[in-house]
């Protein structure tokens, strides 16, 4: 599969495809095609399904293939940002944000990441359950703002603020920590968890999560404005 990243701050990107050679994507995650382009939906299976509508994918995927000849097809980022390719391989696994998948290559599968330790689940911002990419093939992931990526050698670790973990390698792992003090989670603004994640492994974040944008527009919103008058 050949493709193209275009668009800036507003990505989409371009896949042209040889003839019989196949891409999935989320149902509804099509943004212009050209018309040889075949379309067939399944669930791949109950269990995958049940796990995607946990992680709150949808349900259902959609498969498109090239008919008759070359074809293109693309995929829009649904918030400005960044798309990023990734080439999964049995070493090359990763560890996705919920809805930041967009498209792949066939043979690359999603499945539901469950976080090992409770805590991290409930208190860490990433949510108990996250998605996995396995298999062989390339996959894109959209990012919330610009993509900040980091190499963590084995051991090294880094914290993060809720919600800027785009993705991390299989390898890595992901655990929360305790913000200490009282004067500082009562008056720092961070809340009373961090995320900790500990390599080896690719971890990249991202610089404007949507809910930190949400609750930046929220004083502006005319709802709260009139409610203040």
Avoid: H
């Avoid at 509508?53 to 959609?62: G, V």
């Avoid at 093939?137 to 980091?150: H, L, P, Q, R």
């Avoid at 989670?185 to 080896?200: C, S």
């Amino acid at each position: 599969m050949k493709y193209e990243i275009k668009g800036g701050n507003f990505p989409v990107v371009i896949c042209q495809l040889e003839q019989n050679e196949s891409v999935l994507t989320q149902s509804g995650g099509m943004s212009w095609m050209s018309p040889n382009m075949s379309m067939q939906t399944a669930g791949n299976g109950l269990g995958k399904m049940i796990g995607r509508m946990f992680s709150k994918e949808k349900m259902f995927q959609n498969k498109y293939t090239a008919v008759g000849g070359a074809g293109e097809i693309a995929f829009a980022s649904s918030f400005p940002g960044d798309i990023m390719a990734l080439e999964v391989s049995p070493q090359n696994e990763y560890v996705i944000q919920k809805s930041a998948y967009l498209a792949s290559s066939p043979s690359v599968e999603l499945s539901v990441f469950f976080q090992k330790k409770m805590g991290t689940g409930f208190f860490g911002g990433e949510g108990f359950i996250m998605q996995k990419l396995s298999g062989n093939g390339i996959a894109f992931v959209e990012i919330d703002g610009s993509a900040v990526k980091y190499q963590l050698q084995p051991g090294q670790q880094i914290i993060v603020d809720t919600g800027y973990v785009v993705m991390m390698s299989a390898t890595c792992s992901m655990d929360i920590q305790t913000v200490k003090g009282v004067k500082n989670v009562l008056f720092g603004g961070e809340g009373l968890f961090n995320t900790v994640i500990t390599g080896p492994g690719e971890v990249v974040l991202n610089t404007m999560p949507t809910i930190k944008l949400a609750e930046s527009l929220i004083p502006y919103l005319p709802i709260n404005n009139s409610s203040n008058g």
